[in-house]
């Protein structure tokens, strides 16, 4: 099984918690985090100040946050594949939490 691998190269806040996210295949993804964030990783980016501190690493081409959280820009680039999964995840997480 092939594993593409993308680069972020921008990412532009479009509303809270959404994110516009332009790929170095010239690809973009407008991306809704709010139904995956619970859990530990994940879970503080709810606050939107803390969320709005995304920046892209230019080591590995990806959004990161200052708690470490991160995406694999492949998972970032096929969002829409990825989503339902994601937010099984994070039911479990925040069930993991409570």
Known sequence: MEHKIYRV?????VRPF???VTFDD?????IDFRPILAGEI?????DE???DQVEI???VHTLVWPNGADFDP???HDWPE???EMKKMAERWGKVNV
């Open 42 to 46: 994940y879970g503080p980016l709810k």
């Open 74 to 76: 492949a998972t970032l």
């Open 82 to 84: 990825h989503i339902d």
């Open 9 to 13: 190269v921008s990412c532009e806040s």
């Open 49 to 51: 100040k803390f969320f």
């Open 57 to 59: 690493d230019p080591e």
């Open 26 to 30: 010239g690809s973009r993804q407008t």
């Open 18 to 20: 959404t994110l516009m």
